[in-house]
């Protein structure tokens, strides 16, 4: 008998452990190379943990819920195995010291023909534990089969039934999802824990407005000769480009045009120094099923419109399916926050520490403006910088949005540096 041994990946120095989320096998399933076994929630992103190698899965040593550090070991694959004859339930899982929670059938089985028919999304798989509904018991419409966040709303809609708790397991050890509703009439009320990314969210928000002196410049921008130029190119670009030709390229390359005029902007404190960067690493707020995330555009005075849209595209698409990895957001000398998207008209973003500045960009809204003297239409964005007032004054806070509005209200600019 070969056993190989299934470890937690390598987690970021500034990572200390993680959570299990949802095993896709049980014990006795036969798994394929490199098949996903589980899923780990860190508090930056979600990792997948695949097959070492083929073979029957013969222990599991951490439960769903459990805490885990790198390296950890997690379960054992019999690569001589059979799979188990008998009902799924004569099969447990050996005890963990750091999670004496006992696994509850709650993973997808995944074939040894590598079909992902049935494995739920990470979104999907917490919206299936919060509404308490049994793995498998929701078809996917997904690549592959799997199961996707509508697949499970859809199933709620329906009246899917929650999973019914196995007898024999004591009520206080199963794995922990969100309360039911209680019985209030027309005043419900839903307990649900934060997720890893939720509470680190929360405590570095809570640690950017104790450390930095936050204050927030606005200024108005004339989005007019921005929208004339994407309308005129947009056709021509997508065909050359294969992406489309969107805002955020333009803010982006707003910023950094802004940023080299006022180095400070894109500077850091460390303790009593302040650090200037000499690279232009723009982070961009992007909403995902976990939350809140940064993914970072690196050196991205170096790239070009189609460049920049084109990993935001990607960053998007990675954060809908809980792909962004440790690398795509670790860093960063500057934030662009678009609420905009939203619906947003006006707020006042909040520095994502180390860094020093922050730029919210709003909804693009037909307003009359005054303009030599006349009443005119104009679309107009109200743009809010948010910067630390320990390290960056006023005039340069102020000089900096404003370059970024002539950049836009002029976008030659862009092209000559001015």
């Given amino acids: 008998m070969a056993i190989v041994e299934v470890k937690v990946p390598q987690l970021s120095e500034s990572v200390s452990e993680a959570t299990m989320l949802q095993w896709k096998v049980k014990v006795g399933d036969a798994v394929s190379s490199d098949q996903i076994l589980i899923e780990i929630e860190t508090d930056k992103v979600v990792l997948e943990v695949p097959a070492p190698s083929a073979g029957v899965v013969s222990e599991i040593l951490v439960s769903d819920g459990g805490t885990v550090i790198a390296e950890q070991l997690i379960a054992r694959i019999d690569t001589d195995g059979k799979v188990a004859a008998g009902p799924e339930s004569a099969v447990q899982p050996a005890s963990s010291a750091s999670a004496s929670v006992p696994t509850v059938s709650s993973g997808v089985q995944a074939p040894a023909s590598s079909s992902m028919a049935g494995v739920a999304m990470p979104a999907a798989a917490k919206l299936m534990a919060d509404n308490q509904l049994a793995a498998g018991s929701v078809s996917g419409s997904g690549k592959d089969g799997r199961v996707t966040k509508g697949d499970v709303l859809a199933a709620v809609a329906a009246g899917a039934k929650p999973a019914a708790i196995p007898t024999g397991v004591p009520t206080s050890s199963l794995p922990q999802v969100a309360a039911p509703a209680p019985n209030l009439g027309d005043r419900p009320e839903q307990r649900v824990p934060m997720t890893r990314l939720r509470a680190r969210v929360a405590e570095r928000l809570l640690q950017s407005q104790a450390t930095n002196a936050i204050l927030t410049t606005f200024n108005e921008v004339n989005m007019a000769p921005v929208m004339e130029m994407r309308k005129k190119f947009q056709e021509k670009f997508e065909k050359e480009h294969g992406v489309k030709l969107g805002f955020m390229s333009f803010f982006v390359k707003a910023a950094v045009h802004a940023l080299k005029k006022y180095p400070v902007l894109n500077a850091s404190v460390d303790g009593n120094d302040i650090v200037y960067h000499g690279y232009f690493d723009i982070g961009i707020a992007v909403g995902s ?47 662009i926050s678009n609420g905009g998207v939203f619906g947003s008209m006006l707020s006042t973003p909040i520095i994502n520490p180390p860094q020093s500045a922050i730029l919210g960009v709003h909804a693009t809204k037909e307003r009359a403006v005054v303009e030599n003297g006349q009443v005119v239409v104009r679309p107009i964005n109200y743009f809010a910088m948010s910067y630390d007032h320990r390290i960056i004054d006023g005039r340069e806070a102020v000089l900096g949005l404003v370059a970024m509005k002539e950049a836009l209200e002029d976008p030659a600019r862009l092209l000559f540096d001015i």
Avoid at 315 to 327: C, D, N, V
């Fill in 289 to 335: 099923p976990r939350g809140l995330v940064v993914p970072i555009l690196r050196n991205a005075d170096q790239m070009s419109f189609a460049e920049v849209e084109k990993k935001i595209s990607e960053f998007g698409k990675k954060a809908s399916e809980g792909k962004l990895g440790i690398e795509d957001m670790t860093g960063g000398t500057f934030s």
